[in-house]
């Protein structure tokens, strides 16, 4: 996870009298170790993605996606489905907005830092008037007014939240298993694995990967595989397509981001190909050891990251 605020907020906190809730500090004695914060209803968290920081408050869980209402803060701006809310109801130490008409789903893998807990009341507000019922403020809050000018800048900041609200709501999600449509190990038996290594043009241990489960296709190699195999290209991509949906759900979870752009930074690249690189090296590494229980990914997922972290060591320090 990140360990700094929004640029927005750190100069908000720097130049007022009582910044002390906003700090890293002030977060950890309020909410816990960042690291061990569990996505919930009420909680207001950072969410970003490609350069994208957005303050949003958590509505509801949707499978891997969050409900979530955007908050504004430094401008704010308002409209007629927007609560306004005093510091009086918040941590934060100005007035802020959340845009309950900018209600969307966003990938729990673009969360990245909790911020705040708000109360039952103000997020049960937000949930009605995003579903069309409007009832009357929380105590400390306010219902945002209608702009009437046309030049009102609250115009503009609700037009730049919707176009952020994009750019996370479009964040990938971890590729994911199918339901297994061809034993690619019994079909590799049945034509002889050195037919496969000679058919893909590939060294034997990554043609055994394949055809193990372990090692997605590329959609050129699984018409390669569909031709020699006998099934169709489609069935052979989604054998080989993806991570296990409960190693997937983990790989997204908020506790993991500090190590994912770590990777991203030290391989030059982006945040879901290190993701994705860590999930395959931990399916691999519990494909090896796992001997019929189902795994912990958490843990393993721990400790691929210290055998990474060993290896990244090892290599610098010329072992």
């Known amino acids: 996870m990140t360990a700094e605020l929004p640029d927005r907020l750190r100069r908000l906190a720097d130049s007022l009298q009582v910044p002390r ?3 890293t500090a002030a977060l950890r004695d309020r909410l816990g170790d960042p690291c061990e914060v ?3 209803t009420g909680q207001v968290w950072q969410a970003e993605w490609d350069n994208v920081s ?32 005093s510091p009086d109801c918040t941590t934060l130490p100005v ?19 909790a911020i705040d807990n708000w109360s039952v009341d103000i997020t049960a507000w937000c949930v009605d008037i995003a579903a069309g019922t409007v009832r009357t403020p929380p105590t400390g809050t306010r219902r945002g007014r209608t702009p009437v000018d046309p030049f009102d800048s609250s115009i503009t900041v ?22 297994q449509a061809v034993n690619l190990k019994s079909a590799a038996a049945r034509v002889g694995l050195p037919a496969v290594i000679a058919a893909l043009g590939l060294p034997q241990p990554t043609v055994m990967k394949i055809v193990q489960g372990k090692q997605p296709v590329t959609p050129q190699q699984a018409e390669v595989l569909a031709q020699l195999l006998g099934y169709a290209a489609d ?80 290599a610098e320090h010329g072992e």
């Open 38 to 40: 569990e996505p919930a």
């Open 95 to 113: 007035e802020v907005t959340a845009w309950a008409g900018l209600t969307t789903s966003i990938p729990t893998g673009t969360l990245s830092r």
């Open 235 to 314: 069935e052979i991509m989604a054998t080989t397509g993806g991570l296990p949906a409960d190693l997937a759900v983990e790989l997204e979870q908020p506790r993991w981001r500090t190590a994912w752009r770590s990777i991203a930074r030290r391989l030059g690249v982006s945040e879901a190909v290190a993701r994705l690189r860590a999930g395959t090296g931990t399916f691999a590494m519990a494909f090896r050891q796992t001997g019929g229980a189902a795994p912990d990914w958490r843990r393993r997922i721990g400790q691929w990251l210290a055998a990474s972290e060993t290896e990244t060591s090892g």
């Open 54 to 85: 957005q303050l949003v408050l958590l509505l509801a869980a949707e499978g891997r996606h969050w409900q979530v209402v955007p908050v504004s803060v430094e401008p704010t701006g308002e409209d007629e489905k927007s609560l306004v809310v």
């Open 158 to 179: 609700r037009a730049s939240l919707s176009d952020d609200l994009e750019v996370l709501a479009a964040a990938p999600l971890v590729p994911v298993q199918a339901a």
């Open 21 to 23: 809730a906003l700090t």
